[in-house]
């Protein structure tokens, strides 16, 4: 960052019950501006020559330097001004590049869509923990345009776990590991407030309130109407089922749905065996052995498969 500039007396003067000041032309830098053909001179001229009265610059008070109001301030020039009015800004560079490009996209004399999307990459390259959707909203691009540039741009970029969204937030980037929050909060406290929920787990409102109805709709209580108490295969099978790690992920689900088809409990397969004809006892005795010779096989399967993996 460049050393902070020393002025004389009467350089700045505070303009009373404000937090605008008067400062001295000579002592302003150029602004390190977005606009690939610098300043409009037809805009210039017109803002000379207007009667009206033209709002503060935005000064980066560390350097000096115009981050928006180049136009004005070449307009006081022709004026002969000696002086202009000022507002200051705080903050690093790249945040003061940031201010600049988002006052130039709502106001003023537009930027063109190049130098948005030229910007963006800046942006990117000095600010790479900003969100997609931040960097849209202070450049005026949509978000999957802002992707595009950041893919573009990423490969030597050092990438960070985390955004700074548009409110000012930081969330982990990785959505899954904030999805599975959300359901690990809810397996501990299922009745949480959505607004505490989607705070605490680093997600929207929308986002928690979609999880939480999904692994509601995913319960699959047994013994529901019944006295019978769930045996151990059903006990299983709940635990298995409220795991964040089965329900966060598609083949999870996929896995899930199919366990509490082919779930079978004793006190069913007794109930309809009873009205089975016996002419097809031998057919189901030996699907029967079929499908446990299958389950057998999938077990031994699975507990190959840990094995290997530790």
């Known amino acids: 960052m460049s050393a902070e500039r020393s002025f004389t007396a009467g350089d700045v003067v505070p303009i009373s019950t404000s937090a605008r000041y008067l400062v001295s032309i000579d002592q302003l830098l150029p602004a390190d501006s977005p606009r690939s053909n610098g300043e409009d001179r037809k805009h210039i001229a017109r803002l000379a020559e207007s009667e009206a009265e033209l709002p503060p610059i935005l ?43 988002e006052l130039n996209t709502t106001h003023g004399l537009p930027l063109t869509l190049s130098d948005r999307k030229a910007a963006a990459e800046r942006i990117i390259d000095s600010m790479p923990e900003l969100s997609d959707r931040a960097i849209a909203a202070s450049t005026g691009l949509s978000g999957k345009t802002i992707a595009a540039i950041r893919k573009r741009s990423s490969a030597e970029i050092p990438q960070s776990n985390v955004r700074v969204g548009a409110d000012g ?9 904030r999805r599975r929050r959300v ?106 052995s079929k499908n446990a010779k299958e389950w057998r ?14």
């Not at 937030?169 to 590991?177: C, E, F, I, K, V």
């Not at 399967?301 to 290997?308: K, N, P």
């Open 169 to 177: 937030r930081r969330r982990p980037l990785d959505r899954t590991q």
């Open 183 to 288: 359901a690990e909060l809810l397996a501990g406290s299922p009745d949480m407030p959505l607004r505490a929920l989607a705070a605490a787990a680093e997600v929207s409102i929308s986002t928690a309130h979609a999880i939480r109805k999904r692994l509601r709709e995913m319960d699959c209580p047994v013994g529901v109407g019944s006295s019978e108490q769930p045996d151990d295969a059903s006990l299983l099978l709940q635990q298995l089922t409220r795991d964040p790690a089965m329900r966060l992920n598609q083949q999870g689900r996929d896995l899930l749905r199919w366990l509490h088809t082919h779930s079978i409990q004793r006190d069913v397969w007794t109930t309809l065996i009873a009205a089975v004809p016996p002419h097809t006892v031998p057919v189901i005795t030996e699907l029967a």
């Open 59 to 101: 000064v980066h008070r560390n350097t000096m330097r115009v981050i928006d109001g180049m136009h004005r301030l070449r307009a006081a020039r022709l004026r002969q001004q000696d002086r202009i009015e000022v507002e200051f800004f705080d903050g690093s560079q790249a945040e003061a590049f940031l201010r600049g490009v």
């Open 297 to 310: 096989a999938l077990a031994s399967y699975i507990d190959s498969a840990s094995a290997t993996a530790e």
